[in-house]
């Protein structure tokens, strides 16, 4: 995977993270837990529309929604004492959104692992993101096909 295979957004994270010693890649997964954006009001009444992921230690849910230009938005919500989760959320929450979906189905399914954090939490929490990644992808394609 290179960075021309990438939206600009998840590029420059990718980037930021291995420019990083593993000790500042936590850190900064830290600060995107802090950036996760609110969940819209619409969605704050409706826990419903929004899907657990499974493969998550920590109860995150997402939702994935295409507005009326066609372009893509992720939602999700972690809770505070799971920052870790909250950052994987955060990372592709802000990276996805805006896209078209021929690019969001474009990101490849190992981006998560291209992070270098591997070496910074346990293996099962970056599938957590990978699982994250697989879902809003599905998602979107049930988006589309509606």
Known sequence: ??????????????EDFLALGVKD??????DFSNELP???????????LLERVEE???PVFIF??????????????APAEAPTTRGFASILAQG????????????????PQSLGLGEAVSPLRVRGM?????????????????
């Open 1 to 14: 995977m290179d960075a021309t295979t990438l939206p600009a957004a998840l590029a420059e994270t990718r």
């Open 130 to 146: 990978s699982g994250m990644l697989a879902r809003a992808k599905r998602q979107l394609q049930e988006r589309l096909a509606a």
């Open 96 to 111: 996805l959104d805006g896209l078209t979906p021929e690019q969001v189905f474009a990101i490849p399914a190992d981006y």
């Open 64 to 77: 994935v929604e295409v507005d009326e230009a066609g372009l893509v938005h992720m939602h999700a919500t």
């Open 56 to 58: 998550c230690q920590s």
């Open 38 to 48: 609110e969940l819209p009001e619409r969605y704050r009444d409706h826990p419903d």
């Open 25 to 30: 890649r936590l850190t900064l997964l830290l």
